[in-house]
Protein backbone atom coordinates (compact mmCIF):
# COMPACT_ATOMS: atom_id res chain seq x y z
CA UNK A 1 0.00 0.00 0.00
CA UNK A 2 1.40 3.21 -1.12
CA UNK A 3 1.62 6.32 1.52
CA UNK A 4 -0.81 8.53 -0.06
CA UNK A 5 -3.28 5.30 0.26
CA UNK A 6 -1.92 4.57 3.53
CA UNK A 7 -2.98 8.14 4.96
CA UNK A 8 -6.13 8.03 3.35
CA UNK A 9 -6.87 5.10 4.82
CA UNK A 10 -5.90 5.87 8.00
CA UNK A 11 -7.81 9.46 7.99
CA UNK A 12 -11.29 7.39 6.98
CA UNK A 13 -11.32 5.21 9.56
CA UNK A 14 -10.56 8.24 11.98
CA UNK A 15 -13.39 10.38 10.36
CA UNK A 16 -15.90 6.96 10.54
CA UNK A 17 -15.31 6.38 14.24
CA UNK A 18 -15.35 10.25 14.67
CA UNK A 19 -18.72 10.26 13.28
CA UNK A 20 -19.92 7.04 14.98
CA UNK A 21 -18.88 8.42 18.51
CA UNK A 22 -20.92 11.70 17.55
CA UNK A 23 -24.35 9.61 16.16
CA UNK A 24 -23.71 7.14 19.60
CA UNK A 25 -23.76 9.88 22.34
CA UNK A 26 -26.84 11.75 19.91
CA UNK A 27 -29.03 8.53 19.59
CA UNK A 28 -28.33 8.01 23.77
CA UNK A 29 -29.02 11.80 24.79
CA UNK A 30 -32.00 12.14 22.27
CA UNK A 31 -34.61 10.66 25.16
CA UNK A 32 -33.07 12.68 28.12
CA UNK A 33 -33.78 16.18 26.11
CA UNK A 34 -37.66 17.46 25.74
CA UNK A 35 -38.97 19.69 22.97
CA UNK A 36 -37.87 20.84 19.35
CA UNK A 37 -36.01 23.68 20.87
CA UNK A 38 -33.80 21.52 23.09
CA UNK A 39 -33.23 19.03 20.47
CA UNK A 40 -32.18 21.55 17.59
CA UNK A 41 -29.62 22.53 20.39
CA UNK A 42 -28.18 18.70 20.57
CA UNK A 43 -27.85 18.72 17.18
CA UNK A 44 -26.37 21.84 17.02
CA UNK A 45 -23.25 21.57 19.69
CA UNK A 46 -22.82 18.31 18.15
CA UNK A 47 -22.46 19.15 14.50
CA UNK A 48 -20.11 21.88 15.87
CA UNK A 49 -18.44 19.31 17.78
CA UNK A 50 -17.86 17.08 14.83
CA UNK A 51 -16.31 20.21 12.24
CA UNK A 52 -14.75 22.33 14.73
CA UNK A 53 -11.39 20.16 14.93
CA UNK A 54 -10.95 19.88 11.20
CA UNK A 55 -12.04 23.14 10.70
CA UNK A 56 -9.23 24.52 13.32
CA UNK A 57 -6.36 22.43 11.59
CA UNK A 58 -7.49 23.71 8.21
CA UNK A 59 -7.82 27.59 8.55
CA UNK A 60 -4.83 27.50 11.05
CA UNK A 61 -2.70 25.75 8.06
CA UNK A 62 -3.96 28.70 5.53
CA UNK A 63 -3.14 31.46 7.84
CA UNK A 64 -6.37 32.43 9.99
CA UNK A 65 -3.71 31.68 12.60
CA UNK A 66 -6.08 32.85 15.47
CA UNK A 67 -9.29 31.66 14.33
CA UNK A 68 -7.91 28.41 13.07
CA UNK A 69 -6.04 27.88 16.89
CA UNK A 70 -9.70 28.65 18.81
CA UNK A 71 -11.60 25.95 16.87
CA UNK A 72 -8.86 23.93 17.15
CA UNK A 73 -8.57 24.36 20.52
CA UNK A 74 -12.24 23.83 21.16
CA UNK A 75 -12.69 20.76 19.22
CA UNK A 76 -9.86 19.37 20.71
CA UNK A 77 -11.41 19.53 24.03
CA UNK A 78 -14.72 18.57 22.98
CA UNK A 79 -12.60 15.37 21.32
CA UNK A 80 -11.41 14.89 24.99
CA UNK A 81 -15.30 15.56 26.46
CA UNK A 82 -16.73 13.00 23.74
CA UNK A 83 -14.16 9.90 24.63
CA UNK A 84 -15.56 10.59 28.40
CA UNK A 85 -19.36 10.84 27.08
CA UNK A 86 -18.91 7.13 24.87
CA UNK A 87 -18.10 4.83 27.56
CA UNK A 88 -20.05 6.38 30.18
CA UNK A 89 -22.87 5.83 28.36
CA UNK A 90 -22.00 2.63 27.38
CA UNK A 91 -21.54 1.45 30.60
CA UNK A 92 -25.49 2.06 31.07
CA UNK A 93 -26.12 0.75 27.84
CA UNK A 94 -24.59 -2.62 29.43
CA UNK A 95 -26.22 -2.15 32.70
CA UNK A 96 -29.61 -1.64 31.11
CA UNK A 97 -29.18 -3.96 28.33
CA UNK A 98 -29.85 -0.98 25.95
CA UNK A 99 -33.14 -0.03 28.19
CA UNK A 100 -34.92 -3.26 27.87
CA UNK A 101 -34.13 -4.04 32.30
CA UNK A 102 -34.77 -1.60 34.80
CA UNK A 103 -36.71 0.85 32.35
CA UNK A 104 -37.65 3.15 35.36
CA UNK A 105 -33.89 4.07 35.83
CA UNK A 106 -32.64 4.18 32.49
CA UNK A 107 -33.24 8.04 31.69
CA UNK A 108 -31.69 8.94 35.55
CA UNK A 109 -28.84 6.36 34.79
CA UNK A 110 -28.11 8.22 31.23
CA UNK A 111 -28.11 11.98 33.37
CA UNK A 112 -25.77 10.85 35.71
CA UNK A 113 -23.26 9.00 33.39
CA UNK A 114 -23.42 12.33 31.29
CA UNK A 115 -23.06 14.14 34.11
CA UNK A 116 -19.62 12.29 35.67
CA UNK A 117 -18.27 12.23 32.25
CA UNK A 118 -18.51 16.01 31.96
CA UNK A 119 -17.06 16.33 35.35
CA UNK A 120 -14.35 14.37 34.57
CA UNK A 121 -13.65 16.10 31.67
CA UNK A 122 -13.69 19.27 33.52
CA UNK A 123 -10.49 17.17 35.94
CA UNK A 124 -9.16 15.87 32.74
CA UNK A 125 -8.43 19.29 30.98
CA UNK A 126 -6.77 20.82 35.08
CA UNK A 127 -4.44 17.96 34.29
CA UNK A 128 -3.74 19.11 30.83
CA UNK A 129 -2.82 22.26 32.29
CA UNK A 130 -0.62 21.82 35.02
CA UNK A 131 3.04 21.14 34.41
CA UNK A 132 4.52 17.58 34.23
CA UNK A 133 5.83 16.43 37.26
CA UNK A 134 9.45 14.52 37.66
CA UNK A 135 10.05 11.19 38.55
CA UNK A 136 12.96 10.77 40.11
CA UNK A 137 14.76 7.17 39.70
CA UNK A 138 18.18 5.45 40.48
CA UNK A 139 19.35 2.88 37.71
CA UNK A 140 21.81 0.17 38.24
CA UNK A 141 23.67 -0.66 34.82
CA UNK A 142 26.10 -3.60 35.01
CA UNK A 143 28.55 -2.37 32.68
CA UNK A 144 28.49 1.62 33.90
CA UNK A 145 32.18 2.27 34.57
CA UNK A 146 32.59 3.68 38.42
CA UNK A 147 33.49 7.44 37.00
CA UNK A 148 30.16 7.39 35.22
CA UNK A 149 28.53 6.32 38.95
CA UNK A 150 26.13 9.16 39.52
CA UNK A 151 25.47 11.01 35.76
CA UNK A 152 21.89 12.43 35.77
CA UNK A 153 20.34 11.98 32.66
CA UNK A 154 16.95 13.41 31.87
CA UNK A 155 14.35 11.96 29.64
CA UNK A 156 12.25 14.44 27.72
CA UNK A 157 9.49 12.60 25.51
CA UNK A 158 6.26 13.74 23.56
CA UNK A 159 6.05 17.37 23.62
CA UNK A 160 3.85 17.51 20.69
CA UNK A 161 5.04 20.88 19.88
CA UNK A 162 2.76 22.63 17.28
CA UNK A 163 -0.53 24.49 17.66
CA UNK A 164 -1.75 23.85 20.78
CA UNK A 165 1.59 23.57 22.15
CA UNK A 166 3.97 26.50 22.02
CA UNK A 167 6.68 29.03 23.10
CA UNK A 168 4.60 29.03 26.96
CA UNK A 169 5.12 25.06 27.59
CA UNK A 170 8.20 25.12 26.06
CA UNK A 171 9.82 27.40 27.84
CA UNK A 172 8.44 25.92 31.57
CA UNK A 173 9.47 22.61 30.12
CA UNK A 174 12.77 24.05 29.80
CA UNK A 175 13.27 25.74 32.99
CA UNK A 176 12.02 22.39 34.78
CA UNK A 177 15.07 20.36 33.07
CA UNK A 178 17.70 22.97 33.59
CA UNK A 179 16.32 22.83 37.63
CA UNK A 180 17.61 19.21 37.43
CA UNK A 181 20.84 19.86 36.99
CA UNK A 182 21.05 16.94 33.94
CA UNK A 183 24.46 15.74 32.49
CA UNK A 184 22.61 14.77 29.59
CA UNK A 185 19.03 15.23 27.95
CA UNK A 186 17.54 12.52 25.69
CA UNK A 187 14.31 12.96 23.98
CA UNK A 188 13.00 10.24 23.36
CA UNK A 189 10.32 10.77 19.88
CA UNK A 190 7.02 13.48 19.23
CA UNK A 191 9.17 16.78 20.18
CA UNK A 192 6.75 17.47 16.98
CA UNK A 193 3.79 17.50 16.44
CA UNK A 194 2.23 17.92 12.60
CA UNK A 195 4.27 20.67 10.95
CA UNK A 196 7.85 20.96 11.29
CA UNK A 197 7.75 24.55 9.52
CA UNK A 198 5.24 26.01 12.00
CA UNK A 199 7.72 25.57 14.95
CA UNK A 200 10.54 26.49 13.42
CA UNK A 201 9.75 29.91 15.39
CA UNK A 202 10.93 27.83 18.41
CA UNK A 203 14.51 27.00 17.40
CA UNK A 204 15.98 29.66 19.15
CA UNK A 205 14.02 28.76 22.46
CA UNK A 206 14.80 25.15 22.15
CA UNK A 207 18.09 26.13 21.73
CA UNK A 208 18.46 27.05 25.68
CA UNK A 209 18.14 23.26 26.52
CA UNK A 210 21.56 22.14 26.92
CA UNK A 211 23.29 19.80 29.64
CA UNK A 212 27.31 19.43 29.86
CA UNK A 213 27.20 16.13 27.47
CA UNK A 214 25.13 16.90 25.16
CA UNK A 215 21.18 16.48 23.93
CA UNK A 216 19.96 13.30 21.98
CA UNK A 217 17.17 12.66 20.28
CA UNK A 218 14.81 10.58 17.79
CA UNK A 219 12.26 10.95 15.41
CA UNK A 220 8.99 10.16 16.91
CA UNK A 221 5.90 8.86 14.57
CA UNK A 222 4.80 12.35 14.54
CA UNK A 223 8.35 14.01 14.07
CA UNK A 224 8.18 11.73 10.80
CA UNK A 225 4.55 12.80 9.71
CA UNK A 226 5.54 17.09 10.49
CA UNK A 227 8.17 15.79 7.61
CA UNK A 228 11.15 13.89 8.95
CA UNK A 229 14.19 15.76 7.43
CA UNK A 230 12.53 19.56 8.32
CA UNK A 231 11.91 17.56 11.96
CA UNK A 232 15.79 16.70 11.56
CA UNK A 233 16.81 20.07 10.88
CA UNK A 234 14.74 21.60 13.65
CA UNK A 235 16.80 19.57 16.21
CA UNK A 236 20.00 20.06 14.60
CA UNK A 237 19.48 23.75 14.34
CA UNK A 238 18.61 24.13 18.34
CA UNK A 239 22.09 21.72 18.63
CA UNK A 240 20.69 18.34 18.96
CA UNK A 241 22.57 14.91 18.14
CA UNK A 242 19.76 13.36 16.06
CA UNK A 243 20.66 9.37 16.64
CA UNK A 244 19.08 8.09 12.83
CA UNK A 245 20.44 4.10 13.67
CA UNK A 246 23.54 5.81 14.88
CA UNK A 247 25.28 5.67 18.70
CA UNK A 248 27.50 8.26 20.03
CA UNK A 249 30.08 7.90 22.77
CA UNK A 250 28.63 10.33 25.76
CA UNK A 251 31.55 9.64 28.44
CA UNK A 252 34.10 6.91 28.24
CA UNK A 253 32.48 3.32 28.69
CA UNK A 254 29.55 4.62 28.20
CA UNK A 255 27.08 5.27 25.07
CA UNK A 256 24.12 6.37 24.12
CA UNK A 257 21.95 4.66 20.49
CA UNK A 258 18.98 5.25 19.05
CA UNK A 259 16.89 4.98 15.81
CA UNK A 260 13.57 6.52 14.46
CA UNK A 261 10.04 5.40 15.03
CA UNK A 262 8.95 2.06 13.40
CA UNK A 263 11.15 -0.53 15.20
CA UNK A 264 7.67 -2.60 16.40
CA UNK A 265 7.50 -4.01 13.08
CA UNK A 266 10.86 -6.16 13.23
CA UNK A 267 8.75 -7.68 10.66
CA UNK A 268 10.14 -6.01 8.48
CA UNK A 269 13.84 -5.63 8.30
CA UNK A 270 14.79 -1.71 8.07
CA UNK A 271 14.15 -0.98 11.76
CA UNK A 272 16.49 -3.90 12.76
CA UNK A 273 18.73 -3.69 10.66
CA UNK A 274 19.10 -0.03 11.69
CA UNK A 275 19.19 -1.44 15.46
CA UNK A 276 21.98 -3.66 14.80
CA UNK A 277 23.53 -0.80 12.77
CA UNK A 278 23.72 1.65 15.90
CA UNK A 279 25.21 -1.43 18.41
CA UNK A 280 27.92 -2.00 15.76
CA UNK A 281 29.05 1.07 16.33
CA UNK A 282 29.10 0.90 20.13
CA UNK A 283 32.65 -0.66 21.96
CA UNK A 284 32.59 -4.06 23.11
CA UNK A 285 31.60 -4.10 27.23
CA UNK A 286 30.68 -0.63 26.79
CA UNK A 287 27.36 0.73 29.05
CA UNK A 288 24.58 1.53 26.37
CA UNK A 289 21.77 3.78 26.54
CA UNK A 290 19.13 2.75 24.02
CA UNK A 291 16.37 5.13 22.55
CA UNK A 292 13.10 3.59 21.00
CA UNK A 293 9.95 5.85 20.41
CA UNK A 294 7.90 3.01 20.89
CA UNK A 295 8.36 0.30 23.24
CA UNK A 296 8.56 -3.22 21.71
CA UNK A 297 11.26 -6.47 20.90
CA UNK A 298 12.64 -5.81 24.30
CA UNK A 299 13.53 -9.06 24.78
CA UNK A 300 15.89 -9.06 21.89
CA UNK A 301 17.24 -5.47 22.55
CA UNK A 302 18.33 -6.61 25.84
CA UNK A 303 20.53 -9.72 24.81
CA UNK A 304 22.29 -7.64 22.44
CA UNK A 305 23.79 -5.65 25.69
CA UNK A 306 21.45 -2.96 26.31
CA UNK A 307 21.31 -1.39 29.73
CA UNK A 308 18.59 0.85 29.66
CA UNK A 309 15.95 1.36 27.17
CA UNK A 310 13.90 4.81 27.27
CA UNK A 311 10.37 4.85 25.16
CA UNK A 312 7.77 7.53 25.05
CA UNK A 313 4.51 7.05 22.95
CA UNK A 314 1.93 5.96 24.81
CA UNK A 315 1.04 8.71 26.58
CA UNK A 316 0.35 6.26 29.44
CA UNK A 317 -3.01 6.50 27.53
CA UNK A 318 -3.56 10.25 28.17
CA UNK A 319 -7.22 9.94 29.53
CA UNK A 320 -8.92 6.90 31.34
CA UNK A 321 -10.34 4.38 30.54
CA UNK A 322 -8.32 4.65 27.40
CA UNK A 323 -5.95 2.34 29.64
CA UNK A 324 -7.70 -0.17 29.01
CA UNK A 325 -7.94 -0.58 24.88
CA UNK A 326 -3.85 0.97 24.86
CA UNK A 327 -3.10 -1.90 26.80
CA UNK A 328 -3.89 -4.41 24.13
CA UNK A 329 -1.02 -3.04 21.92
CA UNK A 330 1.18 -1.76 25.07
CA UNK A 331 1.02 -3.95 27.59
CA UNK A 332 3.78 -2.19 29.94
CA UNK A 333 1.83 1.72 29.39
CA UNK A 334 4.33 3.66 31.33
CA UNK A 335 6.77 3.14 34.21
CA UNK A 336 9.80 1.47 34.64
CA UNK A 337 10.52 -2.78 34.90
CA UNK A 338 13.19 -4.74 34.32
CA UNK A 339 13.57 -6.47 31.32
CA UNK A 340 16.29 -9.37 32.02
CA UNK A 341 19.32 -7.71 32.78
CA UNK A 342 18.20 -4.22 30.84
CA UNK A 343 15.92 -1.78 32.77
CA UNK A 344 12.95 -0.43 30.68
CA UNK A 345 11.69 3.07 31.26
CA UNK A 346 8.23 4.52 29.64
CA UNK A 347 7.79 7.72 29.72
CA UNK A 348 4.03 9.12 29.68
CA UNK A 349 5.59 12.38 28.12
CA UNK A 350 5.51 16.04 28.96
CA UNK A 351 2.75 17.31 26.38
CA UNK A 352 -0.95 15.62 24.63
CA UNK A 353 -2.07 14.72 21.23
CA UNK A 354 -5.39 15.46 20.35
CA UNK A 355 -7.42 16.61 23.45
CA UNK A 356 -4.98 19.24 25.86
CA UNK A 357 -6.38 16.95 28.22
CA UNK A 358 -5.26 13.96 31.03
CA UNK A 359 -7.22 11.95 32.89
CA UNK A 360 -4.81 9.67 35.56
CA UNK A 361 -2.09 9.66 33.26
CA UNK A 362 -0.16 12.90 34.38
CA UNK A 363 2.88 14.53 32.54
CA UNK A 364 6.08 13.52 32.92
CA UNK A 365 9.91 14.28 32.68
CA UNK A 366 11.97 11.45 34.11
CA UNK A 367 15.09 12.04 35.87
CA UNK A 368 17.70 8.84 35.81
CA UNK A 369 20.71 9.07 37.76
CA UNK A 370 22.80 6.08 36.92
CA UNK A 371 24.53 3.87 39.25
CA UNK A 372 27.86 1.63 38.66
CA UNK A 373 27.64 -2.07 40.89
CA UNK A 374 30.92 -1.64 40.85
CA UNK A 375 30.57 1.42 43.60
CA UNK A 376 29.38 0.88 47.59
CA UNK A 377 26.76 3.21 47.76
CA UNK A 378 25.76 2.94 51.46
Known amino acids: MGRSLQIVSFFSFVLTVWLLF????????????????????????LALGFVLYPAGRILGH??????????????????GSLMLLVPALAVIDTVTLFGLVLK??????????????????????????????????????????????????????????????GFRRLAS?????????????????????????????LVPLMGRLTAPLGVYSILG?????AGAEGSIGFMRRAGFHVLDGS????????????????ARGWGNSGPRRLFEQAMA????????????????????????????????HTHGAQIWPAHYLVRRVFPHLSGV?????????VCRGAGQWGPPMRLFAPSEIYRITLRSPTVNHR
Open 104 to 165: AWVIPLRFGAAAVALVLAGLAWLGGVVAPRTVDIEVEMANLPAAADGLVVVQLSDLHLGSLI
Open 281 to 312: QVEPGAAVIYLQHASGNEQAIAAAGVGLMLDG
Open 173 to 201: VISRIEGMRPDVVVITGDLIDSDAESVEP
Open 221 to 225: NHDIY
Open 22 to 45: HLYVGWRLWPLIHGNSGHRILLLV
Open 337 to 345: RRVGNMTQV
Open 247 to 262: AAEITPGLWVAGIPDG
Open 62 to 79: NGWTTLGWLLEYLGAVWM
